[in-house]
């Protein structure tokens, strides 16, 4: 028995969502560690759906603890209208089956408002990153400039007005210089308190709380929130959000120790998608980028956005298996390329003639490379709702077998519809 780090390993929206929750089912301890409400997916329970974007999966089912770790960016308004709209379909959050780190950064409409200036100032400019508007790069710029106001800091009037007045002095500096009105402290103080006696019943000390837990042999399941390839080191920067959502964030965004995390499952589309700007080098804009798009729903969960689409990039998530340490994929939503005649897979790229087998960290060099494929047959047959191997066309197999060879890495589970019990298990990744 092990415990489970979930990541994406593409650009985000890999169909997580379904594989947390049947991971979240066996699991004890369900953690957020990187992130924030960012994030977006339903579950589908019973027949009910359960729409989250900050709590972390195991809270819609009863008996688990929900943790959201130190490594997480949280807007208290969020959390709580989450909590809410949780109650209203029965399931109760208390301090039993939640739990926040203390030392949680906090997300506030400064940190929103600056987010939409931003990305606003520079859709003039054309170098807008599209992001989320929801202040998650400003929460964590402050986090790192040391001048973030934290979960605790709700318990200390002592010492919050002076935190106030420290990251006021940087937010009314940059909003002067951006033409907008300035912020004033008791309006900031306001919004916390208003808050505060709501979030702080379900403040922990997390890492000792993982610490007890793992010594008593509790199953932990690290649940990962965007993908690889939006990592703030090893994405596509700038076109990236601003955490580190490799595995290792796990460990430095809950305070559990690296040597307990366990198996790496990184959740893999069968072809690709992004959303927002950025490099994309398999992006398809023809009819077969249309036909994944329709067939696929690709539609932001979080923003409702177009999701762009592509072959699948076996390069790219080669690059993923080796920065998170992945030990297995789950590969989701191979019923999307059913009826296609052919398949391309990216094996590597050319850049200004000459061939290379990773795309480069260089902003331009991205744009500038060139996908090479290798093309393989498709099938005609349908897979979805495929429950073993033999269910599945023998060409659809060839096109999982490529795509394990071409990663370095095996399939722990194929899902093939959304349906919990569409899934064809290889390892159960907790008894790995
Ligand atoms: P931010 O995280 O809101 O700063 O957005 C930065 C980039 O990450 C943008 O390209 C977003 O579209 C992308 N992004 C953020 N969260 C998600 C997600 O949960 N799925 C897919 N893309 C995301």
Redesign the pocket.
């Known amino acids: 028995m092990t415990n489970v780090v979930v990541v994406g390993s593409q ?3 890999e169909g997580k969502g379904k594989i947390v929750d049947w991971l979240s089912e066996r699991a004890d301890i369900v953690v957020r560690f990187q ?1 924030g409400h ?3 997916h339903t579950l589908v329970i019973d027949g009910i759906s359960y729409k989250l974007s900050l709590l972390p999966s195991g809270i819609v089912r009863p008996g688990k603890i929900a943790v959201i770790g130190n490594g997480v960016v949280l807007d208290p308004h969020a959390l709580l209208a989450e909590i809410e709209k949780l109650g209203a379909q029965g399931v109760k959050v208390t301090p039993e089956n939640l739990r926040v780190a203390d030392n949680a950064t906090l997300i506030l409409s400064l940190h929103r408002e600056l ?1 939409g200036m931003r990305e606003d100032a520079a859709s003039n400019s054309g170098t807008k ?6 202040g ?2 400003p929460a964590y710029e402050d986090k790192v400039g040391r001048r973030a106001i934290r979960v605790m800091d709700l318990a200390d009037m002592e010492t919050l007005p002076g935190k106030v007045d420290r990251i006021l002095t940087h937010h009314n500096a940059l909003r002067r210089g951006l033409g907008e009105k300035e912020v004033s402290h008791e309006a900031i103080m306001q919004e916390l308190t208003s808050v505060a006696d709501r979030v702080l019943p379900f403040r922990e000390t997390v890492w000792e709380l993982l610490d007890k837990q793992r010594r008593k042999g509790a199953r932990i399941l690290f649940e990962g ?3 690889s390839l ?1 990592d703030i080191d090893h994405g596509t920067y700038p ?4 955490s580190n959502t490799v595995a290792g964030q796990a460990s430095a965004g809950s305070g559990m120790g690296p040597g307990a995390l366990g198996y790496i499952l990184g959740i893999t589309k069968a072809y690709t998608t ?5 490099p994309f080098p398999t992006e398809l804009k023809d009819e077969i980028g249309q036909f994944l798009g329709e067939k696929g729903h690709e539609f ?4 409702g ?1 177009k999701r762009r689409c592509g072959w699948f990039d076996a390069a790219l998530v080669r690059q993923s298996v080796a920065t998170n340490g992945i030990t297995g994929i789950a590969l989701t939503k191979l019923d999307v390329l059913d009826g296609l005649d052919e398949l391309k897979i990216c094996v590597g790229y050319m850049l200004d003639g000459e061939q290379i087998d990773h795309l480069p960290a260089s902003q331009g060099a991205q744009a500038r490379a060139e996908p090479i494929y290798v093309t393989l047959e498709g099938w005609k047959e349908s897979t979805v709702g495929a429950r073993s191997w033999a269910d599945l066309p023998a060409q659809a197999i060839k096109y999982v077998r490529q795509v394990e060879e071409l990663i370095g890495a095996p399939v722990a589970l194929l899902s093939t519809s959304p349906e919990r019990d569409d899934t064809i298990l290889v390892t159960d990744p907790f008894e790995d």
């Open positions: 650009w985000g929206d992130g960012n994030a977006g987010d990153i599209g992001t989320t508007r929801r998650i790069g929130a965007q993908g939006l076109f990236v959000t601003s992004r959303v927002g700007e950025g932001g969960t979080v923003t956005r």
